[in-house]
């Protein structure tokens, strides 16, 4: 196989991914002070995050079309710019249908630049896509992690919380100038046939392990530190902090990921990083001691953070001649998971314990495990 090549577009692909995902990572770091302004419940707050992931939802249902209507940079740019307006939105909001409307905003067209990198950069590089997927996510992943420092770091400034999206917004128009000549991949042209029929029952498929892959992901986000407090026994601030091992996980199973895709299928790949969640969860789970949680912790994180590139790369690689499509469709996948994954997991620890409703996650692993032998078997035959 030829070596991986970095051109500009990708470079570019690469950065705009960082800056949406540190701007939708801002949301739950920055919803304290913005709740503390306005005199918010924590209900009311939660909506903000749940009109995010109604506008990825819609995004998704609708990118496709708008690609073809009106072309992949007009929402390419128009989505970077959009999401951009949506923060400023947020931002001067006085009253919670503003903030709301904000971050419904931001997650529309934020959502509408990120299915066309996903669609573009499957384009863009076709059998080593994989590749391009991981090493994408890799720098998402940790600008994501640096949002909520961020936030708190110019909380102590005149600026306030609203400094941390407007770095953000600086970030986006400073890529945008320096790369506003970059030729964007257009459509592949598409046969007849193809482009009135369904996507393939193996796209689905493996649809579907991306959205628990998502589900999963979100969850242990959302609840492990509640889960390190209130079971676990360690205190507040060193449960939050902790909950950066997570992420540092993460960012390393991504890492090696796209290095390990250079040679090796996706297809095994991803049951590989599934079946090491379901080894590593369940120290985390059930772990006697603080310090071996943290370690399961980690090791989780390394798998579940590395399930949404693997998958996704898997799905667009059966759906190679609809990136566009199918990259709309696991944004509303992902929108679901994070609109209904975190409820339920709160929902459950309500009516049991946060340990107990923890046992989703392992069900959610099962599964998507199942679902990437089965489609394995699919693209076999």
């Not at 959205?211 to 492990?224: F, K, P």
């Not at 299928?265 to 943290?294: D, E, G, K």
Request: aromatic residues 10%; charged residues 10%; hydrophobic residues 60%.
């Amino acid at each position: 196989m030829a070596p991986f090549r970095h051109d500009r577009f990708t470079w570019l692909a690469y950065l705009l991914l960082a800056y949406f995902a540190y701007m939708q990572a801002s949301l739950g770091p920055l919803m304290p002070f913005v709740r503390g302004e306005l005199g918010l419940s924590y209900t009311i707050g939660g909506l903000h995050l749940s009109a995010f992931a109604v506008g990825m939802i819609a995004a998704g249902m609708s990118a496709s079309r708008l690609a073809r209507r009106y072309g992949r940079r007009m929402l390419f740019w128009g989505g970077a710019a959009g999401m951009a307006s949506g923060a400023l939105i947020l931002m001067i909001g006085l009253h919670p249908l503003a903030t709301i409307g904000g971050a419904l905003v931001m997650g529309y067209l934020g959502t509408l630049l990120l299915v066309m990198i996903q669609a573009t950069l499957s384009d863009h590089h076709g059998g080593q896509r994989a590749t391009a997927l991981t090493e994408s996510n890799i720098l998402a992943m940790v600008c994501a992690g640096l949002s909520p420092l961020m936030v708190g770091l110019f909380q102590r400034t005149v600026l306030g919380w609203r400094g941390a999206l407007l770095a953000g917004i600086a970030a986006g128009v400073l890529i945008a100038l320096l790369n506003r000549g970059v030729a964007i991949p257009a459509i592949l042209p598409e046969p007849e046939q193809q482009r009135t029929g369904r996507l393939p029952r193996a796209f689905w498929a493996s649809w579907i392990v991306l959205l628990l892959s998502v589900a999963m992901e979100w969850s242990l986000v959302g609840w492990s530190a509640d889960f390190l407090r209130s079971v676990v026994g360690l205190d507040a601030a060193d449960a939050a902090a902790l909950v950066s091992v997570f992420f540092l996980g993460a960012v390393l199973g991504r890492t090696a990921n796209s290095r390990w895709t250079q040679r090796t299928s996706v297809r095994t790949l991803l049951p590989a990083m599934l079946a090491l969640v379901a080894v590593s969860f369940p120290i985390f789970w059930l772990a006697p001691n603080p310090v071996i949680a943290v370690v399961g912790l980690g090791i989780t994180g390394f798998g579940v953070g590395s399930l949404f590139p693997l998958g996704l790369s898997m799905a667009l690689t059966i759906a190679a001649d609809r990136a566009d499509a199918a990259s709309g469709w696991v944004s509303l996948g992902s929108g679901l998971a994070i609109l209904v994954a975190p409820f339920t997991l709160g929902w459950l620890a309500d009516a049991f314990d946060l340990g107990s409703a923890f046992t989703i996650v392992v069900l959610l692993n099962w599964t998507a495990l199942a679902i990437v032998l089965i489609v394995n078997r699919m693209i076999k035959a």
